[in-house]
């Protein structure tokens, strides 16, 4: 079946840099666009940065400047550089991708969720 899984994640100081991975993996026949979210406590999840199948990309204001997300897609990889890394960063980051796979029992196309990887950023 169809997963997304992150790595990456970690403690950082404010001002310093991560690179978030996620590799999408299944019986895969497209992908359509695919993004970053992340979840602070106590607030809803909210887009971070989201890449189309071309070469569009959009982002939220809060890291416009500081974050560049890209793909990878022989790999069906996205990338998430983080740089300038605030405090108010820290969050759990979950990647998305709408993805024309095998979901065990038919091929359908459907937003897909990756489990969430920390990011801490704390002197």
């Known amino acids: 079946q169809v997963q997304l899984v992150e790595s990456g994640g970690g403690l950082v100081q404010p001002g310093g840099s991560l690179r978030l991975s996620c590799v999408a993996s299944?019986?895969?026949?497209?992908?359509?666009?695919m993004g970053w979210y992340r979840q602070a406590p106590g607030k809803q999840r909210e887009l971070v940065a989201a890449?189309?199948?071309?070469?569009?990309?959009n982002y939220s204001d809060s890291v416009k400047g500081r974050f560049t997300i890209s793909r990878d897609s022989a790999q069906n990889t996205v990338y998430l550089q983080m740089n300038s890394l605030k405090p108010e960063d820290t969050a759990v980051y979950y990647c998305?991708?709408?993805?024309?796979?095998?979901?065990?029992?038919?091929?359908?196309?459907?937003?897909?969720w990756g489990q969430g990887t920390q990011v801490t950023v704390s002197s």
């Open positions: 998305n991708a709408g993805i024309t796979g095998y979901d065990g029992r038919k091929y359908s196309t459907r937003d897909y």
């Open positions: 890449i189309p199948s071309g070469r569009n990309t």
């Open positions: 299944g019986r895969i026949l497209s992908i359509n666009a």
